[in-house]
């Protein structure tokens, strides 16, 4: 069965830098949600979409941005990275609010 | 905004013998209540999870109860194997909201 799909898997920025990540949620999933990981942390919630709209939005710095395109896919932009934006990023798809949220395997970036 | 806490933040337990985590969460419109189990550099995955209309879920070795006026779930994780070792999250949602985590536990089965 198709999973969350998130690229790339890994990424290496340096400070000040820009990145864009990339989430392909599971076929006919309306909401995508971003979350944070740093090493030994429990995700953290970035911002939410559903039906192509920003349904939420948690602790995201204001130098990042998301949006979800036309075919559901979404997009991370994170610009004048940080050291401390080296964290694993997943993002998930779910079928409706309050049903189950599948993860994409993440991608890690390190900010050097 | 919700807040889910969590304990113990580390659990040891021999194998075979049983394992608890009990979270505890603070808005009341809370309705959907998911675990998810993350192993190192994993996603999380979802084990088991409960809606606010039932008090006791079963799958197996894993089991999940809730107590809506004590806005408390707890985790049951039975003749436990090595594999159980990983990261366990709780987690909470208004069901038309955002999932909020807590802060996890990392559950070691001892041999």
């Known amino acids: 069965a198709a999973g969350v799909i998130q690229s790339p898997r890994h990424l290496i920025k340096e400070k000040r830098e820009t990145a864009t990540l990339k989430c392909y949620p599971i076929?006919?999933?309306?909401?995508v949600y971003w979350y944070q990981q740093g090493p030994g942390q429990d995700p953290q919630f970035l911002i939410s979409?559903?039906?192509?709209?920003?349904?939420d939005k948690g602790s995201i710095p204001d130098r990042f941005s998301a949006q979800q395109f036309s075919d559901y896919h979404s997009e991370l932009n994170m610009s004048s990275l940080e050291l401390g934006d080296s964290a694993l990023y997943f993002c998930?798809?779910?079928?409706?609010?309050?049903?189950?949220?599948?993860f994409g395997q993440g991608t890690r970036l390190t900010v050097v | 905004g919700e807040n889910v806490e969590q304990h113990p933040s580390t659990l040891s337990v021999q194998e075979g013998d049983s394992a608890v985590i009990k979270c505890t969460y603070s808005d009341s419109a809370s309705n959907y209540f998911p675990w998810y189990k993350q192993e190192l550099g994993k996603r999380p995955q979802l084990i088991i999870d409960i809606r606010s209309n039932v008090g006791e879920k079963k799958d197996q070795r894993i089991a999940v109860t809730l107590n809506k006026t004590a806005k408390h779930f707890s985790l049951h994780i039975t003749e436990t194997q090595p594999e159980d070792s990983a990261v366990y999250f709780c987690a909470a949602s208004r069901g038309d909201d955002k999932i909020i985590f807590g802060k996890g536990t990392r559950l070691h089965i001892l041999p």
């Open positions: 979409f559903y039906e192509k709209m920003q349904s």
């Open positions: 076929p006919r999933h309306d909401t």
């Open positions: 998930a798809s779910l079928p409706g609010a309050g049903t189950e949220a599948f």
